[in-house]
């Protein structure tokens, strides 16, 4: 049902009668105009979904967070993992 540049007209008729193949053009961000009677409805739009938040809403979310105190932070971690290597499973086999 046409290219991702232009919006393609589909008139309620067909779009109710093949609904499923103007899904799948907006999942490829296809645009389409809903007509009825050859008149425009309205202007069917994919979402657009982001796929990284931008580096200033990141700030502003993290802007009233609590100072992290590095060094009791890994008295944290070190306290609650165990730092010794496991035995080689392999030791001995020759690999």
Same mark, same amino acid.
């Given at each position: 049902? !046409?290219? &991702?540049? *232009?919006?393609?007209?589909?008139? =309620? #008729? *067909?779009?109710?009668?093949?609904? !499923?193949?103007?899904?799948? !053009? /907006?999942? #490829?961000? *296809?645009?389409?105009? /809903?007509?009825?009677?050859?008149?425009? $409805?309205?202007?069917?739009?994919?979402? &657009?979904?982001?796929? %990284?938040?931008?580096?200033?809403? =990141?700030? %502003?979310?993290? @802007?009233? @967070?609590? %100072? /992290?105190?590095?060094?009791?932070?890994? @008295? +944290? $971690? +070190?306290?609650?993992?165990? *730092?010794? /290597?496991? +035995? +080689?499973? $392999?030791?001995?086999? !020759?690999?």
């Amino acid at each position: 049902m !046409g290219g &991702k540049s *232009q919006p393609v007209d589909v008139s =309620v #008729r *067909q779009f109710v009668s093949d609904s !499923g193949s103007v899904t799948r !053009g /907006l999942r #490829r961000g *296809q645009r389409y105009v /809903l007509t009825i009677n050859g008149e425009p $409805l309205a202007d069917v739009v994919p979402i &657009k979904r982001r796929r %990284a938040v931008p580096m200033t809403e =990141v700030l %502003a979310i993290f @802007a009233g @967070a609590p %100072a /992290l105190d590095v060094d009791e932070l890994r @008295a +944290d $971690l +070190d306290a609650g993992i165990d *730092q010794e /290597l496991p +035995d +080689d499973p $392999l030791e001995g086999t !020759g690999l």
